[in-house]
Protein backbone atom coordinates (compact mmCIF):
# COMPACT_ATOMS: atom_id res chain seq x y z
CA UNK A 1 0.00 0.00 0.00
CA UNK A 2 2.85 2.59 0.88
CA UNK A 3 3.67 1.65 -2.59
CA UNK A 4 1.04 2.62 -4.07
CA UNK A 5 0.94 5.66 -2.18
CA UNK A 6 4.36 7.19 -3.37
CA UNK A 7 3.42 5.81 -7.14
CA UNK A 8 -0.38 7.74 -7.73
CA UNK A 9 -0.68 10.24 -4.78
CA UNK A 10 -2.96 12.34 -6.26
CA UNK A 11 -5.12 9.57 -7.74
CA UNK A 12 -5.21 8.23 -3.57
CA UNK A 13 -5.86 11.44 -2.42
CA UNK A 14 -8.84 12.16 -4.43
CA UNK A 15 -10.56 8.80 -3.75
CA UNK A 16 -9.64 9.86 -0.02
CA UNK A 17 -11.58 12.61 -1.01
CA UNK A 18 -14.43 11.19 -1.63
CA UNK A 19 -14.34 8.41 0.75
CA UNK A 20 -13.96 11.87 3.18
CA UNK A 21 -17.80 12.32 2.24
CA UNK A 22 -18.80 10.17 5.10
CA UNK A 23 -15.68 10.75 7.13
CA UNK A 24 -13.51 8.26 6.30
CA UNK A 25 -9.97 8.33 5.17
CA UNK A 26 -9.87 5.69 3.03
CA UNK A 27 -9.63 4.98 -0.86
CA UNK A 28 -11.46 1.98 -1.29
CA UNK A 29 -14.21 3.33 0.48
CA UNK A 30 -13.95 6.20 -2.00
CA UNK A 31 -14.05 3.22 -4.97
CA UNK A 32 -17.34 1.91 -3.57
CA UNK A 33 -18.66 5.41 -3.03
CA UNK A 34 -17.57 5.63 -6.96
CA UNK A 35 -19.70 2.57 -7.83
CA UNK A 36 -22.28 3.41 -6.78
CA UNK A 37 -22.84 6.65 -7.90
CA UNK A 38 -22.04 5.76 -11.29
CA UNK A 39 -24.59 2.99 -11.42
CA UNK A 40 -27.20 5.74 -10.70
CA UNK A 41 -25.93 7.94 -12.92
CA UNK A 42 -23.06 8.32 -15.06
CA UNK A 43 -22.93 12.22 -15.55
CA UNK A 44 -22.87 12.48 -11.50
CA UNK A 45 -20.00 9.89 -11.41
CA UNK A 46 -18.32 12.16 -14.15
CA UNK A 47 -19.32 15.28 -11.66
CA UNK A 48 -17.86 13.14 -8.55
CA UNK A 49 -14.42 12.88 -10.56
CA UNK A 50 -13.93 16.19 -12.23
CA UNK A 51 -15.01 18.04 -9.34
CA UNK A 52 -13.08 15.80 -6.82
CA UNK A 53 -9.57 16.43 -9.03
CA UNK A 54 -10.06 20.01 -9.27
CA UNK A 55 -10.76 20.49 -5.66
CA UNK A 56 -7.56 18.62 -5.04
CA UNK A 57 -5.62 20.28 -8.26
CA UNK A 58 -7.02 23.80 -6.58
CA UNK A 59 -5.31 22.98 -2.86
CA UNK A 60 -2.26 21.71 -4.71
CA UNK A 61 -1.81 24.92 -6.75
CA UNK A 62 -2.45 27.09 -3.96
CA UNK A 63 0.06 25.17 -1.77
CA UNK A 64 -2.38 23.89 1.10
CA UNK A 65 -0.77 21.33 4.00
CA UNK A 66 0.24 18.64 1.93
CA UNK A 67 -0.83 15.91 4.41
CA UNK A 68 -4.19 17.32 4.56
CA UNK A 69 -3.97 17.12 0.51
CA UNK A 70 -3.19 13.77 0.99
CA UNK A 71 -5.92 12.60 3.85
CA UNK A 72 -8.61 13.84 0.90
CA UNK A 73 -9.52 16.94 3.08
CA UNK A 74 -10.15 19.26 0.42
CA UNK A 75 -12.26 16.64 -2.12
CA UNK A 76 -15.14 15.69 -0.05
CA UNK A 77 -16.93 18.99 -0.30
CA UNK A 78 -15.92 19.11 -4.08
CA UNK A 79 -16.65 16.18 -5.13
CA UNK A 80 -20.49 16.65 -2.89
CA UNK A 81 -20.65 19.40 -5.21
CA UNK A 82 -20.26 17.35 -8.36
CA UNK A 83 -22.42 15.43 -7.44
CA UNK A 84 -25.13 17.65 -6.65
CA UNK A 85 -25.10 19.68 -9.95
CA UNK A 86 -26.07 17.23 -12.21
CA UNK A 87 -28.55 15.62 -9.84
CA UNK A 88 -30.33 19.12 -10.07
CA UNK A 89 -29.91 20.15 -13.38
CA UNK A 90 -29.22 18.75 -16.99
CA UNK A 91 -25.57 18.15 -17.82
CA UNK A 92 -25.51 20.87 -20.20
CA UNK A 93 -21.68 23.12 -20.64
CA UNK A 94 -22.99 25.49 -17.86
CA UNK A 95 -23.49 23.02 -15.34
CA UNK A 96 -19.90 21.60 -16.18
CA UNK A 97 -18.39 24.93 -15.89
CA UNK A 98 -20.40 25.35 -12.83
CA UNK A 99 -19.35 21.91 -11.35
CA UNK A 100 -15.50 22.85 -11.61
CA UNK A 101 -15.81 26.37 -10.54
CA UNK A 102 -18.41 25.26 -7.75
CA UNK A 103 -15.65 22.98 -6.00
CA UNK A 104 -12.81 25.06 -6.52
CA UNK A 105 -14.74 27.90 -4.22
CA UNK A 106 -15.55 24.84 -2.06
CA UNK A 107 -11.88 23.74 -1.26
CA UNK A 108 -11.28 27.46 -0.69
CA UNK A 109 -13.28 27.97 1.98
CA UNK A 110 -12.95 24.36 3.45
CA UNK A 111 -9.35 25.83 3.90
CA UNK A 112 -9.98 28.93 5.38
CA UNK A 113 -12.68 26.61 8.39
CA UNK A 114 -9.54 24.37 8.29
CA UNK A 115 -6.85 27.16 8.95
CA UNK A 116 -9.24 28.63 11.45
CA UNK A 117 -9.73 24.92 13.16
CA UNK A 118 -13.42 25.83 12.86
CA UNK A 119 -14.92 21.89 12.09
CA UNK A 120 -17.82 22.31 9.42
CA UNK A 121 -17.72 19.22 8.15
CA UNK A 122 -19.76 19.81 4.34
CA UNK A 123 -20.49 23.32 5.45
CA UNK A 124 -18.41 24.52 2.11
CA UNK A 125 -20.76 22.31 -0.31
CA UNK A 126 -24.37 22.95 1.35
CA UNK A 127 -22.93 27.24 0.66
CA UNK A 128 -21.47 26.61 -2.54
CA UNK A 129 -24.35 24.32 -3.55
CA UNK A 130 -27.11 26.95 -1.88
CA UNK A 131 -25.68 29.86 -4.14
CA UNK A 132 -25.77 27.69 -7.20
CA UNK A 133 -29.52 26.33 -6.80
CA UNK A 134 -30.47 29.95 -6.74
CA UNK A 135 -28.66 31.24 -9.44
CA UNK A 136 -29.79 28.10 -12.10
CA UNK A 137 -33.36 28.35 -10.67
CA UNK A 138 -33.75 32.46 -10.47
CA UNK A 139 -31.33 34.23 -12.46
CA UNK A 140 -29.80 32.07 -14.94
CA UNK A 141 -32.26 28.97 -15.57
CA UNK A 142 -30.99 25.93 -16.31
CA UNK A 143 -32.67 22.95 -17.46
CA UNK A 144 -33.96 20.29 -14.25
CA UNK A 145 -32.95 16.75 -14.36
CA UNK A 146 -34.45 14.32 -15.40
CA UNK A 147 -33.19 12.29 -12.37
CA UNK A 148 -35.54 15.04 -9.58
CA UNK A 149 -38.81 13.15 -11.56
CA UNK A 150 -37.42 9.36 -10.80
CA UNK A 151 -40.32 7.53 -9.09
CA UNK A 152 -39.45 4.74 -5.80
CA UNK A 153 -41.02 1.83 -5.61
CA UNK A 154 -42.43 1.57 -1.77
CA UNK A 155 -41.78 -1.71 -0.51
CA UNK A 156 -41.85 -1.36 3.48
CA UNK A 157 -38.58 -3.24 3.64
CA UNK A 158 -35.28 -2.97 4.91
CA UNK A 159 -33.96 -1.21 1.72
CA UNK A 160 -34.95 2.38 3.29
CA UNK A 161 -32.61 1.63 5.94
CA UNK A 162 -29.38 1.72 3.33
CA UNK A 163 -30.97 4.01 0.90
CA UNK A 164 -30.47 6.84 3.89
CA UNK A 165 -26.58 5.77 3.41
CA UNK A 166 -27.24 6.20 0.03
CA UNK A 167 -28.66 9.81 -0.02
CA UNK A 168 -25.60 11.27 1.73
CA UNK A 169 -24.04 11.40 -2.22
CA UNK A 170 -27.82 11.68 -3.69
CA UNK A 171 -28.16 8.17 -4.77
CA UNK A 172 -31.73 6.59 -4.21
CA UNK A 173 -30.86 2.85 -5.45
CA UNK A 174 -30.69 -0.33 -3.78
CA UNK A 175 -27.32 -0.80 -4.66
CA UNK A 176 -25.81 2.35 -3.58
CA UNK A 177 -26.91 1.92 -0.28
CA UNK A 178 -25.43 -0.91 0.07
CA UNK A 179 -22.03 0.17 -1.61
CA UNK A 180 -21.97 2.96 0.36
CA UNK A 181 -22.96 1.03 3.70
CA UNK A 182 -20.09 -1.50 2.85
CA UNK A 183 -17.43 1.41 1.78
CA UNK A 184 -18.05 2.69 5.41
CA UNK A 185 -18.15 -1.20 7.16
CA UNK A 186 -14.65 -1.73 5.95
CA UNK A 187 -13.05 0.99 7.31
CA UNK A 188 -15.08 1.46 10.37
CA UNK A 189 -17.55 -1.31 11.21
CA UNK A 190 -19.03 0.19 14.59
CA UNK A 191 -19.58 3.80 12.75
CA UNK A 192 -21.75 2.11 9.83
CA UNK A 193 -23.69 -0.20 11.85
CA UNK A 194 -24.18 3.00 14.37
CA UNK A 195 -25.46 4.71 11.10
CA UNK A 196 -27.17 1.92 10.02
CA UNK A 197 -29.17 1.82 13.38
CA UNK A 198 -29.64 5.90 12.78
CA UNK A 199 -31.06 6.08 9.14
CA UNK A 200 -33.78 3.68 10.46
CA UNK A 201 -34.61 6.05 13.72
CA UNK A 202 -34.85 8.80 10.92
CA UNK A 203 -37.78 7.18 9.04
CA UNK A 204 -39.10 5.84 12.23
CA UNK A 205 -39.22 9.40 13.54
CA UNK A 206 -40.51 10.93 10.17
CA UNK A 207 -43.38 8.79 9.94
CA UNK A 208 -44.40 10.29 13.12
CA UNK A 209 -44.52 13.79 11.84
CA UNK A 210 -47.43 12.48 8.57
CA UNK A 211 -43.52 12.44 6.30
CA UNK A 212 -45.01 11.07 2.64
CA UNK A 213 -43.87 7.24 2.76
CA UNK A 214 -41.99 8.02 -0.38
CA UNK A 215 -40.09 10.29 1.10
CA UNK A 216 -39.16 7.89 4.06
CA UNK A 217 -39.10 5.18 1.45
CA UNK A 218 -36.14 6.87 -0.36
CA UNK A 219 -33.99 7.50 2.68
CA UNK A 220 -34.79 11.34 2.43
CA UNK A 221 -34.77 11.72 6.66
CA UNK A 222 -31.95 8.86 7.41
CA UNK A 223 -28.75 10.57 5.11
CA UNK A 224 -28.34 13.20 8.03
CA UNK A 225 -28.63 11.18 10.80
CA UNK A 226 -25.90 8.81 8.85
CA UNK A 227 -23.61 11.28 9.43
CA UNK A 228 -24.08 12.18 12.72
CA UNK A 229 -24.00 8.89 13.75
CA UNK A 230 -20.56 7.84 11.72
CA UNK A 231 -18.94 10.85 13.31
CA UNK A 232 -20.00 10.04 16.75
CA UNK A 233 -19.95 6.61 16.85
CA UNK A 234 -17.24 4.86 19.36
CA UNK A 235 -17.48 1.77 21.32
CA UNK A 236 -18.38 3.10 24.90
CA UNK A 237 -21.81 4.14 26.22
CA UNK A 238 -21.23 7.75 26.12
CA UNK A 239 -20.23 7.44 22.55
CA UNK A 240 -24.32 6.03 22.17
CA UNK A 241 -25.21 9.09 23.77
CA UNK A 242 -24.11 11.67 22.17
CA UNK A 243 -25.10 9.54 18.47
CA UNK A 244 -28.25 10.06 19.94
CA UNK A 245 -28.72 13.50 20.72
CA UNK A 246 -27.03 14.51 17.15
CA UNK A 247 -29.79 12.21 15.53
CA UNK A 248 -32.26 13.57 17.42
CA UNK A 249 -31.33 17.38 17.04
CA UNK A 250 -30.55 16.70 12.75
CA UNK A 251 -34.19 15.32 12.79
CA UNK A 252 -35.50 17.96 14.15
CA UNK A 253 -33.98 20.64 12.15
CA UNK A 254 -34.81 18.53 9.15
CA UNK A 255 -37.96 18.22 10.04
CA UNK A 256 -38.35 22.44 10.60
CA UNK A 257 -36.33 22.66 7.17
CA UNK A 258 -38.96 20.65 5.40
CA UNK A 259 -41.75 22.41 7.11
CA UNK A 260 -40.53 25.53 5.81
CA UNK A 261 -39.59 24.36 2.09
CA UNK A 262 -35.77 24.48 2.23
CA UNK A 263 -33.03 22.27 0.43
CA UNK A 264 -31.58 20.46 3.32
CA UNK A 265 -27.89 18.90 1.79
CA UNK A 266 -26.50 18.01 4.67
CA UNK A 267 -27.12 21.26 6.51
CA UNK A 268 -29.09 19.31 9.42
CA UNK A 269 -25.89 17.50 9.85
CA UNK A 270 -23.70 20.39 9.78
CA UNK A 271 -25.54 22.27 12.45
CA UNK A 272 -26.47 19.22 14.67
CA UNK A 273 -22.99 18.01 15.06
CA UNK A 274 -21.68 21.92 15.54
CA UNK A 275 -24.06 22.09 18.42
CA UNK A 276 -23.79 18.69 20.12
CA UNK A 277 -19.85 19.06 19.78
CA UNK A 278 -20.17 22.15 21.71
CA UNK A 279 -22.20 20.62 24.47
CA UNK A 280 -19.83 17.74 24.39
CA UNK A 281 -16.72 20.26 25.15
CA UNK A 282 -18.47 22.33 27.70
CA UNK A 283 -19.42 19.02 29.45
CA UNK A 284 -16.02 17.87 29.44
CA UNK A 285 -14.40 21.42 30.31
CA UNK A 286 -16.34 21.72 33.26
CA UNK A 287 -16.22 18.05 34.44
CA UNK A 288 -13.75 17.27 37.05
CA UNK A 289 -10.41 16.12 36.75
CA UNK A 290 -9.50 12.92 38.31
Request: glycine letters at 10%; one cysteine or more; a neutral charge.
Amino acid sequence: MKEIEQRFPFILAVLKGIGQIMLQENAITGILFLAGIFYGSIFMGLGAILAGVCGTMTAKALQYNREEIQQGLYGFSAALVGVALPFYFEPVVITWVAVVVGSMLATIIQHFFIVKKIPVFTLPFVLVTWILLYIFYEVYPVPTSALLNIKTNITYDFSAATKGFGQVIFQGSLFAGIAFFIGVFINAPISALYALAASIFGGMIAMQFAIPAETIEMGLFGYNAVLCAIFFAGDRVRDGIWVGISVALTLAIGLLMSAKGLTQLTFPFVAATCITLLLKNKLSASAPSN
